[in-house]
């Protein structure tokens, strides 16, 4: 597959992925040619040597794996760590409010998004719905609002004439309301939210309960420059990583490996991962220790299991703006298209260290693929990953990655078409590796 292609496959798969629930839904649809089983945590598992299995926590985490022939005390897990959310806007209970005869939606902020890039955009709704089903019992659905529905339209600069010197600054509970729809009179129809849920999913709306609604961009990804080196899309961080380890993994010669293959991708890494289905929660705990026993593993065999294993912690990287130079550490610069790039923090805000650095360092060498290190400016404070929180939640040796991009956290952001081709290919070596 050409680099153009499989990033065409990387835009595709965003571009039908915009809420954490679309993501999971978009993994499993992949899985599908390949004989991978969905697993239910509530029942007993029963799993081959060989055998293909995934499991899903509150719709938006999801965690496959490939279970070798060789015993988890010649080969630990291999697992690749990503994040299926990506920061916003997300929906209030209250949904809309009425101002002025116009409709608009309250939204609350989600991680840290840089909130001016979501002004002038064609903005529409993405998530799930619960409603009670025919069986009076509680069920989803997914919702995506295919059109346009939503915009912040930015105040003129007559209305704010420093706004080229001082920066568009919006404040979180006046100004970020959405604009809807206008009313004809000045009275909100009663359920009106609920009726628009409605007309979209079919449900009736005296059936609806609750739901979880992000706001997403419609504009689809591009490849973009002279020579269609870049592209662009939301959500590169981090679907560019959770893609490049599917993308990895789906391949039969890594497939028909011997050794046990994890990818782990979990929701709320944005906001601290904190939760039932984040990093900081039980899932993968659960579905390692499962797996393990499945196997028939003695129970006090899995702490050894797990000092055997490998975490490779991916997620995106900061590329160098020469527009901004004083934003980077000079000497630990790293370039669009240059390959990926070891994080490293010596307080552990990315779990890298000189042993796991060396052996992704060895990967890379073995896939031929170039490499880079990125390391923070000392005045300024840096970001963090899974990486650091599975690590020592699980005792297990990890390395934190990622391919260089630029305006993380913005609603279109952008990144090298090499760079996802060069991390596919490490992440195969990696899950091949027979050490």
């Known amino acids: 597959m050409t680099p153009h292609h499989q990033i065409q496959n990387l835009l595709n798969f965003i571009d039908t992925s915009p809420s954490p629930w679309h993501v999971v839904n978009t993994v499993e649809s992949l899985l599908k040619p390949f ?6 945590e509530t029942i007993r598992w029963q799993l081959e040597p060989g055998g293909r299995y995934y499991v899903v926590r509150d719709d938006s985490s999801i965690i496959l794996f490939v279970l070798g022939t060789k015993p988890l005390l010649e080969t630990g897990f291999k697992i690749v760590g990503a994040h299926t959310d990506s920061p916003g806007l997300r929906v209030k209970p209250n949904a809309v409010n009425n101002k002025d005869g116009l409709l608009r939606l309250n939204v609350e902020i989600y991680g840290s998004p840089i909130l001016a890039t979501f002004t002038d955009r064609d903005l529409s709704l993405a998530g799930r719905i619960c409603y009670k089903n025919e069986h009076d019992q509680i069920d989803s659905q997914l919702i995506k609002f295919d059109k346009p529905l939503l915009r912040l339209p930015n105040l003129a600069i007559h209305m704010n004439r420093t706004v080229n ?13 959405l604009i809807l729809s206008a009313l004809s009179d000045q009275q909100l129809p009663p359920d009106y939210f609920f009726s628009l849920l409605q007309q979209q999913s079919g449900i009736d709306s005296t059936r609806l309960l609750s739901w ?25 961080d981090n679907l560019a990583s959770c893609h490049a380890a599917l993308q990895a993994l789906l391949d039969e010669a890594v497939l028909n490996s011997e050794n046990t293959l994890v990818c782990a991708f979990f929701d709320h890494e944005e906001i601290g991962s904190e939760s039932k289905q984040g990093a900081d929660g039980s899932f993968l705990p659960d579905v390692l220790q499962r797996i393990a026993l ?28 020469p527009n901004f130079p004083s934003a980077y550490d000079h000497d630990h610069k790293v370039m669009v298209n240059k390959g990926p790039a070891i994080k490293m923090n010596v307080n552990q805000r990315y779990s890298s260290e000189s042993i796991s ?10 896939a031929n693929v170039p490499y ?23 005792g297990i040796r990890s390395v934190d990655v ?34």
């Open 165 to 177: 010197e001082d920066g568009l600054k919006l404040h979180k509970q006046n100004e970020l309301p």
């Open 357 to 366: 650095e060396a052996m992704f360092i060895d990967w890379c060498n073995q």
């Open 294 to 321: 499945a196997n028939q593993t003695d129970p006090q065999d899995f702490p050894r299991i797990l000092a055997l294993s490998f975490l490779i912690s991916a997620d995106m990287a900061h590329a160098y703006h």
């Open 35 to 40: 004989q991978f089983s969905r697993l239910d």
């Open 212 to 236: 979880d609604l992000a706001v997403y961009d419609t504009q689809k990804g591009v490849i973009w420059g002279a020579q269609e080196e870049f592209y662009s899309n939301s959500q590169l």
């Open 372 to 394: 880079q290190h990125y390391s923070h400016r000392g005045d300024l404070p840096c970001g963090s990953t899974i990486g650091p929180i599975t690590s020592a939640k699980l």
């Open 402 to 435: 990622g391919n260089p991009m630029w305006a993380m956290h913005s609603i279109r952001e952008s990144a090298g078409v090499s760079d996802h081709d060069y991390m596919v290919k490490v992440l195969q070596r990696f899950f091949l590796d027979t050490r």
